[in-house]
């Protein structure tokens, strides 16, 4: 099997920075998309970075010049650099991958549990 576990949330004040992280494991052949989405109390989840397997990335117009997506593909671990955060970012983070395995070439969506990013002072 895959799994997705994230690491990194927390409580932080406005202006703060976090740095949350997902790491993959499993049988595991490549990884295709790593994305962050993102889940406030009563809101829909929402996409707030992408990063393809060439590296090519995509952020909500809200995060743009604040956040930074990377990935090691080495460690099939994908980062979220959050810096300038504000309340508004308050949410559960949730990471995503397509995960080609050896069952299926095309891939397949797995999702994280999820961490929760809290920004208050």
């Known amino acids: 099997q895959v799994q997705l576990v994230e690491s990194g949330g927390g409580l932080v004040q406005p202006g703060g920075s976090l740095r949350l992280s997902c790491a993959a494991s499993?049988?595991?052949?490549?990884?295709?998309?790593m994305n962050w989405y993102r889940q406030a109390p009563g809101k829909e989840r929402d996409l707030v970075a992408a990063i393809d397997s060439g590296g090519s990335t995509n952020y909500a117009d809200s995060v743009k010049g604040r956040f930074t997506i990377s990935r090691d593909n080495a460690k099939n671990t994908v980062y979220l650099q959050m810096n300038s955060l504000k309340p508004e970012d308050t949410a559960v983070y949730y990471c995503y991958a397509r995960i080609r395995t050896y069952w299926a070439d095309s891939g397949i969506d797995y999702w994280g549990k999820g961490t929760l990013v809290t920004v208050s002072s």
């Open positions: 499993g049988r595991i052949v490549s990884i295709y998309a």
